[in-house]
């Protein structure tokens, strides 16, 4: 089944195009905010060589990243993905999504996410959320779209042990 993991999406506030390599300098200017960061379990992605490592590099590799384009100043203003897509079990996940600071509380994540689910619903049955148990923000953002808590992981990244959170979403629980 054929599937569209980088699509234009285009809402009231933002729109989300495919994340191109050429949006490295603009996206790790938002990056570059340590508060972003400071409840992830990769608490250093604000470091230039950290987030073009573990974070950008494989966003460009994945197929399925896409830069999220704020409509009144014309920037980048983060990034989200559609990630591990297992056609059989009609399962994807959606995750590693940041926003610059400034934009918190504005609606844009809920916009974001919007955009994303309406979209991949068209050929999915589950949307999966993988969130670090301590971020308390992103927990809340993804109970508010009717996602539940599924399952929980114990891993570990630079020796730092930390839980996993995955939260499950199904296309015939979620109203936008």
Not at 137 to 145: D, F, I, M, P, Y
Request: charged residues 25%.
């Amino acid at each position: 089944m054929e599937i569209n993991l980088q699509p234009t999406l285009v809402g009231k506030k933002v729109t989300l195009r495919p994340l191109l390599r050429e949006d490295f300098s603009s996206l790790y200017l938002v990056a570059s905010d340590p508060i972003i960061w400071e409840i992830h379990p990769d608490s250093s992605r604000y470091k230039k060589d950290v987030f073009q490592e573990r974070f950008f590099e494989g966003a460009i590799i994945s197929g399925g990243a896409l830069a999220i384009i704020d409509h009144e100043s014309g920037r980048v203003i983060g990034s989200s993905r559609y990630y591990k897509w297992h056609p059989e079990e009609q399962e994807i996940s959606i995750g590693y999504t940041f926003l610059e600071k400034a934009v918190w509380g504005s609606g844009i994540n809920d916009e974001v996410k919007e955009l994303m689910l309406k979209h991949i619903f068209n050929t999915v049955n589950i949307v999966w959320f993988g969130v670090g148990e301590i971020n308390l923000r992103s927990r809340k953002a993804v109970e508010k779209l009717g996602a539940t808590l599924s399952r929980k992981e114990e891993r570990e990244l630079d020796g730092r042990p930390y839980v996993q959170l995955y939260y499950k979403l199904e296309a015939s629980v979620y109203c936008a």
